[in-house]
Structure formats: structure tokens, C-alpha cells
């Protein structure tokens, strides 16, 4: 079966624009998780869903950003009124449960750079 | 506050030879570990993990040491072969908490000729 698959996978912002980014789970993964991974960093966990609710999002760096899973499958990071420091590899992946210790799997990622 | 830290950002080995990357963790509360592997324009792909109650994990080429009393793993691959070459993340949880993952920074493995 497929992986998980991320669109777009380059998106070129101006500064203050809004943005969406997609990501298309593996098939039957209830946990979603978000990541963000500046230049020679480490991926920076962001939120996390099982199903379609929102279990944590601890880690969106500010009001700007918003990820939602309104059918518990695809989901969507919308980040508003872009900033250069937002400039990143957002990664997705998913798991087939919640549990811990269920291999995260990672799509491509979205590289954004915000002008 | 880097709770996961990969103190070498790259390391070059001879083909065949050993490779050990290195890894240390601050927060006593992790009790799960993983290793990640990452080409180019690729997301990052599970390799090995081993929770707090082993010491040692091995899968074929990949061992995973941990060493709680130091806070500090270790992945060693024997031999390293030159499709080896990417960048590998040490990455941590707390399994009472939550699923989400603490990554270190990232080692870049050259394996040469």
C-alpha cells in the first residue's frame, strides 16, 4: 500500500500570506502527528491526532497555526499570516495506534520558505 | 532546552568498518528510544528502537545500546556499507505520556570507499 504522502511538497510564501498544508495518512492510521523541522534541526513535534480529535497540540508555536482532522483520515496544517521564521520541512506521520511505541511513519514532507 | 542530543553532527567510515553514532538524553522520563533514518527530500524512516528495560536491541547489520544510568544510547552498524550514508536521529518518549517524539539534531553518516 501506499505511504504517507504530503502535498505540496515546495510552497513558496510571501510574507503574511496564508497557507495549507496536506497530508494523506496511511490507510487505516487512527494517529496523525505533525512535525516541524528548521534547517539542521531535528523535527519538532507539533500536534497530534487520534481519529479525528485533537489530543495534543502542545507544540504549535503560536494562534497562527492550526491543524485540523475533521474525518479522522487527511489532514490539513494551516499556518496564517506567514512569517519568515515559519520558513521549515513540515513533516506528517502516522501510526495504527495510539499506543506507545507504534512506529511513526513519515511522509516527504512540505518545504515552506516564506519571503 | 535540547532534552535528546546528538553531540557529533557528522561522522565518515570506511566501508566495512564500524559505524557508532551517538546519543544522549537529559529527561528521566523517557523510556522508549528510536533510531531514524534520513535521505534527501525523504521523510525520516524507523531503523531500530529498544525500550528502558533491555540494554541492548539487534536487528540483522543495526545494534542499539542503552546505558540508563549514563542517559546515553548508541547505534552501531557493522559493516557499513555506502547505502548507509544519510542523516540518523536519535528520537525519545515518555510511554505513560504520549506518543510524540523527542529527536536529537541529527548525525550525518558518510560512508566512503
Known amino acids: 500500500g501506499a505511504g504517507v504522502s504530503q502535498s505540496p511538497r515546495y510552497k513558496v510564501a510571501k510574507r503574511g500570506q496564508d497557507v495549507a498544508l496536506r497530508c494523506d495518512p496511511i490507510?487505516?492510521?487512527?494517529?496523525l502527528f505533525w512535525y516541524q523541522q528548521a534547517l539542521g534541526q531535528g523535527p519538532e513535534f507539533l500536534t497530534y491526532f487520534q481519529n479525528e480529535a485533537q489530543l495534543d497540540k502542545s507544540g504549535l508555536p503560536s494562534d497562527r497555526f492550526f491543524a485540523e482532522r475533521p474525518e479522522g483520515s487527511v489532514s490539513t496544517l494551516k499556518i496564517q499570516r506567514t512569517q519568515q521564521e515559519d520558513s521549515a520541512v513540515y513533516l506528517c506521520?502516522?501510526?495504527?495506534?495510539?499506543?506507545?511505541?507504534?512506529?511513526?511513519?513519515f511522509g516527504p514532507g512540505t518545504r515552506l520558505l516564506v519571503l | 532546552d535540547q532534552q535528546v542530543k546528538q553531540n557529533s553532527p557528522s561522522l565518515s567510515v570506511q566501508e566495512g568498518r564500524i559505524s557508532i553514532l551517538n546519543c544522549d538524553y537529559t529527561n528521566s522520563m523517557f523510556d522508549y528510544f528510536l533510531w531514524y533514518k534520513k535521505y534527501p527530500a525523504e521523510g525520516p524512516t524507523f531503523l531500530i528502537s529498544i525500550s528502558s528495560i533491555k540494554d541492548k536491541n539487534e536487528d540483522g547489520r543495526f545494534t542499539v545500546f542503552l546505558n540508563k544510568s549514563a542517559k546515553h544510547l548508541s547505534l552501531h552498524i557493522v559493516p557499513s556499507q555506502p547505502g548507509d550514508s544519510a542523516v540518523y536521529f536519535c528520537a525519545a518518549f515518555n510511554t505513560g505520556t504520549a506518543s510524540k517524539l523527542t529527536f536529537g539534531t541529527g548525525t550525518r553518516l558518510q560512508v566512503t570507499l
Open positions: 490507510s487505516g492510521h487512527v494517529s
Open positions: 506521520a502516522s501510526s495504527s495506534s495510539g499506543l506507545a511505541g507504534k512506529t511513526q511513519y
